[in-house]
């Protein structure tokens, strides 16, 4: 019985990465709006009840898809503490260029499916991605700002919040 249920898993895991895989192409292409549930099911090779098996709907399926990208943005947001941070965050070449190279791997490693977030999400639940990351990631650079200020009161931290919004969207 173990291994029947076992073969049934692997069965599962299969299907749910078939209907992934031809997503992700699919929403790659042509953008999610214009993919249906039908397109996804013809190109998986299978029905548009297996689908629904699986996933709620078409937005659950394109969700999936960017979670690890959504996942390692987020992750971005978060490791802002300026608690932990020194003043070598100004001053360090290696510091900044380290910075710089988290945000390159980050496009190099999910290109397709940042594209898709940022540029294909009309019509799903991430269509707004973009501005609402980047209002997140200007409230926490401010807020870092502040606890750099106050670790740092000696410092010259006369940044407005126009300039690190205007640094967000850049990133």
């Known amino acids: 019985m173990a291994e029947r249920m076992t073969a049934r898993k692997r069965q599962a895991l299969e299907m749910r990465g078939r209907i992934q895989s031809a997503a992700l192409d699919l ?3 042509e953008g999610f709006e214009n993919v249906s549930v039908e397109e996804i099911a013809q190109t998986a090779g299978c029905s548009v009840g297996n689908i629904y098996h699986y996933f709620t709907n078409k937005d659950e399926i394109f969700r999936t898809i960017l979670k690890p990208v ?7 947001i978060y490791s802002h503490d300026a608690n932990q941070m020194t003043i070598d965050v100004f001053i360090s070449s290696d510091f900044q260029q380290a910075s710089v190279q988290e945000y390159i791997d980050l496009v190099s490693g999910h290109r397709i499916r940042l594209r898709m977030l940022l540029f294909q999400a009309q019509g799903s639940s991430l269509e707004n991605f973009r501005a609402e990351y980047t209002d997140a990631m200007t409230r926490t650079i401010f807020v870092f700002f502040q606890g750099m200020k106050q670790k740092y009161p000696h410092l010259n931290i006369g940044i407005t919040d126009f300039f690190i919004h205007l640094n967000t969207v850049w990133l």
């Open 27 to 29: 929403f790659d292409r």
């Open 70 to 76: 959504l996942n390692e943005l987020y992750a971005k």
